[in-house]
T-cell receptor, first 116, second 108 residues
Framework: ETGVTQTPRHLVMGMTNKKSLKCEQHLGHNAMYWYKQSAKKPLELMFVYSLEERVENNSVPSRFSPECPNSSHLFLHLHTLQPEDSALYLC???????????????FGQGTRLTVV | DAKTTQPNSMESNEEEPVHLPCNHS???????IHWYRQLPSQGPEYVIHGLTSNVNNRMASLAIAEDRKSSTLILHRATLRDAAVYYCILRRDDKIIFGKGTRLHILP
């Protein structure tokens, strides 16, 4: 148990569906992250929120829409996805770094997404 | 972002020490060296980090070269549960960028 909880753990959705992934942390962190991990590929950073403000959007298609309503919760809204979007989606949290990098991040177990 | 270079895979025998190398020749003065590992079917897990001095914690030790252009993660006594992908990352701000990492195989 890392203190970062992701739901659901598994999700199967059609290409015309709309679904949301949820991430929750109660570690007192104020930076949160979404990553995508496809088979046999490195983790890809998708979005970074620092103090509930999006500070990084790594050229992610608009069919992925993040939302950070407060420092404890992060959502990833999904719509009209493609089969190649099937992957493990990981959430992480950390203390906000600003211009330093001296704090560790904690990761959830991930949501295994399959788009059919 | 400064890049790191790690071997794709390594093998080690159970109950022996493991030295996982990482090269980061373009590291800047403000980059912290972080190590994470990812066990099968799990999210990454923090292992250790440092700036200039060697670091020890309950999981591992981190040896940092004097010029900071390389570092080594040391697992003092590997167990089968240490089989994972180990990532060496340079961090200077809110971003955490992962490379391909080293897949560590532990032989019983």
């Amino acid at each position: 148990e890392t203190g970062v909880t992701q739901t659901p753990r598994h999700l199967v959705m059609g290409m015309t569906n709309k679904k949301s992934l949820k991430c929750e942390q109660h570690l007192g962190h104020n930076a949160m992250y979404w990553y995508k991990q496809s088979a046999k590929k490195p983790l890809e950073l998708m979005f970074v929120y620092s103090l509930e403000e999006r500070v990084e959007n790594n050229s992610v298609p608009s069919r992925f829409s993040p939302e950070c309503p407060n420092s404890s919760h992060l959502f990833l809204h999904l719509h009209t996805l493609q089969p190649e979007d099937s992957a493990l989606y990981l959430c992480a949290s950390s203390r906000r770094q600003g211009s330093r990098g001296d704090t560790e991040a904690f990761f959830g177990q991930g949501t295994r997404l399959t788009v059919v | 972002d400064a890049k790191t270079t790690q071997p794709n895979s390594m093998e080690s025998n159970e109950e022996e020490p493991v030295h996982l190398p990482c090269n980061h020749s373009t590291i800047s003065g403000t980059d912290y060296i972080h190590w994470y590992r990812q066990l099968p079917s799990q999210g990454p897990e923090y292992v250790i980090h440092g700036l200039t001095s060697n670091v020890n914690n309950r999981m591992a030790s981190l040896a940092i070269a004097e010029d900071r252009k390389s570092s080594t993660l040391i697992l003092h006594r590997a167990t089968l549960r240490d089989a994972a992908v180990y990532y060496c990352i340079l961090r200077r701000d809110d971003k955490i960028i992962f490379g391909k990492g080293t897949r560590l195989h532990i032989l019983p």
